[in-house]
């Protein structure tokens, strides 16, 4: 129960890692925030959880600095301090062009999502944990952010600079005892996810999946949720400006066809 009477907001929270976030913290005492684009699927995992008190949430385009202030200050008004923060909303795009055919519009919009909403998010919520002089922000990065090969142009690209705002926002943050990490999860079965996984086990080659990657699995939305919860809690209390990956160990090596046995 490391999370008992603390806040906690939830970006992305309707499924895959958000969701499993936003269970562990729930399971560990935090009233939690939940904000995610699926109305509907929001709306259903809210009504699982057994106590409404502890659960606040709303369907918004994190994008949307104006909608995402609004957000921060009524969590702020109905519990009067906000304690942690997961930046876990993206999107992929679905655009794996190389860069000479890319399209300028699939950018702005996974740049606007996956940095302008981090970057909202902490803006607004990190005021208040200064003013607190406590706080923790995690962030959901990507492997991809860190090696090319891990997903398209954009989506890697907005991934490293979310790496990139985790270091600065901790080296702004930390003097206010406000620590800032992210996660940098590898193959993790998630919606976005779901289109690598439906044509490999439509080809029966579902066991190839993270066979690449130490561990040869891939991961579960559990798993990741499990290190952010360390993140955010008192455990992880000297920890900030990282980001831990949680791939299986992929990125351990350079682990290419025929490099290794």
Not at 80 to 98: F, Q, R, T
Not at 193 to 210: C, I, M, Q, S, Y
Request: aromatic letters at 6%.
């Amino acid at each position: 129960m490391r999370f008992t009477d603390r806040v906690a907001i939830i970006t992305g929270a309707a499924s895959g890692i958000g969701r499993a976030t936003a269970q562990r913290l729930y399971d560990e005492g935090a009233a939690i925030a939940l904000v995610d684009r699926n109305e509907e699927a929001l709306a259903t995992f809210a009504a699982s959880l057994p106590d409404a008190q502890r659960v606040l949430w709303r369907s918004f385009d994190i994008g949307d600095e104006a909608e995402v202030e609004r957000f921060i200050a009524d969590v702020q008004s109905r519990h009067g301090h906000i304690d942690v923060l997961c930046n876990n909303a993206g999107i992929a795009g679905g655009d794996y062009s190389a860069i000479s055919e890319t399209d300028t519009e699939v950018w702005q919009r996974i740049l606007q999502v996956n940095v302008m909403g981090a970057v909202n998010f902490t803006k607004h919520a990190s005021r208040i944990m200064r003013d607190q002089q406590r706080g923790a922000i995690v962030n959901t990065a990507s492997v991809a952010g860190v090696r090319s090969g891990a997903g398209g142009n954009a989506y890697s690209a907005s991934k490293a600079a979310v790496i990139n705002l985790t270091m600065t926002s901790a080296c702004d943050l930390g003097q206010y005892n406000v620590r800032v990490n992210a996660v940098c999860p590898g193959l993790i079965e998630t919606g976005m996810t779901a289109p690598v996984f439906e044509r490999a086990r439509a080809a029966d080659k579902e066991d190839r999946l993270g066979s690449r990657c130490e561990l040869r699995r891939y991961g579960r939305p559990q798993e990741v949720a499990a290190v952010i919860a360390f993140l955010a809690s008192d455990d992880a209390s000297y920890v900030t400006g990282q980001a831990l990956p949680v791939d299986g160990g992929n990125t351990a090596s350079l682990n290419l066809p025929g490099m290794k046995v």
